[in-house]
């Protein structure tokens, strides 16, 4: 939905509903349709974002809602729903106690295998280590099968 440009009020079609402002950067004087009431929607003119301003009149009128209140006799005894919010009570901490053993766990799960990460990287970097040492012996192997073979008489 994008407002129309009004160059010439009296040449465009503004229809009955339709809400007129102006672009706060630009000034240039705008139409958009009843329906776009506080949106967002790019000025005409100038491109920039322009909250489209609601009209008072349609403003509907906000009811405030009102708080239910628990009517006093509801044939429990306040000692009754005492009891059920204390049994309520209850249960969210039985729960809250569950999360926080179920965390706890989870967390010496993670230092466990923190652990034994640290441990592997450790033999990988002796393996690398090892695997180096046995490429220096190769290469220092093949340097002197090829001076044996140089040094071959003909
Ligand atoms: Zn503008």
């Known amino acids: 939905m994008n407002p129309n440009p009004i160059p010439d009020p009296d040449q465009t079609e503004i229809r009955e509903g339709d809400i007129l402002f102006d672009c706060p950067h630009c000034g240039k004087n705008m139409a958009i349709?009843?329906?776009?009431?506080?949106?967002?929607?790019?000025?005409?003119?100038?491109?920039?974002?322009?909250?489209?301003?609601?009209?008072?009149?349609?403003?509907?009128?906000?009811?405030?809602?009102a708080v239910p209140r628990p009517p006093l006799d509801n044939g429990e005894s306040p000692?009754?729903?005492?009891?059920?919010?204390d049994a309520a009570l209850a249960m969210a901490n039985e729960q809250i106690d569950r999360l926080i053993a179920e965390k706890e766990s989870l967390q010496e799960r993670r230092a466990y295998l923190e652990q034994i990460r640290m441990a592997n990287t450790a033999r990988y970097e002796q393996i690398a280590a090892e695997l180096a040492t046995l490429q220096d012996a190769l290469d220092r192997a093949l340097v002197l099968l090829a001076e044996a073979r140089a040094e071959k008489p003909a």
């Open 33 to 65: 349709e009843a329906a776009g009431a506080g949106l967002m929607v790019p000025c005409a003119a100038c491109g920039k974002e322009v909250q489209v301003p609601i009209p008072d009149a349609a403003t509907p009128e906000v009811p405030v809602a």
């Open 79 to 85: 000692e009754e729903t005492i009891r059920q919010l």
